[in-house]
């Protein structure tokens, strides 16, 4: 069964410093993999996403995450944390093309 | 495109009562899923449909849930005799699925359900 673990239900950094969540997937077969952000009272938005190719991805607000198989890990980054980054973030795994599961979240919360 | 609606936005409602939800997706998109997401939690996956067939339903779907896109269009979550525990967001999404393309999923802002 595909499962998606996220470390740390709350993560605080300060603003500029590096935002890291972590993510870390299991996988029967090849996954494709998301982050998705959610603003309070919202949906969620589509960060970015891995499926095929290179295991670097580049996604929307300076976010990125990379893929390592060896790892079966899906972290986040970003370099400079701005305010309006303060949000729940989901990391979710999909397994060829099917429904996606969810992690349970990481709040990020931006320190002034 | 206007992205994935959903109606209402917010709805409470007495224990024992039933509630429907609608969910107009993107336009042509042919996979429409729901999802529950409660305080402090993930989304979980309820059930999807790929045109008009469902073709995978959660065991978190009692009996008293039901889901319908009967013309491969929006869809209805109709929640019967309803429980103070069905207390929730349900969220609508959609995506174009492709054998090539991965399945990018785009999510509505969510129906709040109050059971009081």
């Known amino acids: 069964a595909q499962s998606v673990t996220q470390l740390g239900s709350h993560v605080s950094v300060s603003e500029g410093a590096l935002v890291l969540l972590r993510c870390n997937y299991s996988?029967?077969?090849?996954?494709?993999l998301f982050w998705y952000v959610q603003y309070p009272n919202q949906g969620l938005q589509l960060l970015l996403k891995?499926?095929?190719?290179?295991?670097l991805v580049k996604g929307i607000n300076g976010f990125e995450a990379e893929f390592k198989k060896s790892e079966t890990s899906f972290h986040l980054t970003k370099p400079s944390a701005h305010m309006s980054d303060a949000a729940e973030y989901f990391c979710?795994?999909?397994?060829?093309?099917?429904?996606?599961?969810f992690g349970k979240g990481t709040r990020l919360h931006i320190l002034p | 495109d206007t992205g994935v609606s959903q109606n209402p936005r917010h709805k409470i409602t007495k224990r024992g009562q039933n509630v429907t939800f609608r969910c107009d997706p993107i336009?042509?998109?042919?996979?429409l899923y729901w999802y529950r997401q409660t305080l402090g939690q993930g989304p979980e996956f309820l059930t999807y449909f790929q045109n008009e067939a469902q073709l995978e339903k959660s065991r978190l779907l009692s009996d008293r849930f039901s889901a319908e896109r009967p013309k491969g269009s929006f869809s209805t979550l109709e929640i019967q005799r309803t429980e103070q525990g069905d207390s929730a967001m349900y969220l609508c999404?959609?995506?174009?699925?492709?054998?090539?393309?991965?399945?990018?999923?785009?999510f509505g802002e969510g129906s709040w359900l109050t059971v009081v």
């Open positions: 336009s042509e998109h042919n996979r």
């Open positions: 996988s029967s077969v090849p996954p494709y």
């Open positions: 979710a795994v999909s397994p060829s093309s099917d429904k996606i599961i």
């Open positions: 999404a959609s995506s174009l699925w492709t054998d090539s393309s991965g399945n990018t999923i785009y």
């Open positions: 891995y499926t095929t190719g290179a295991t």
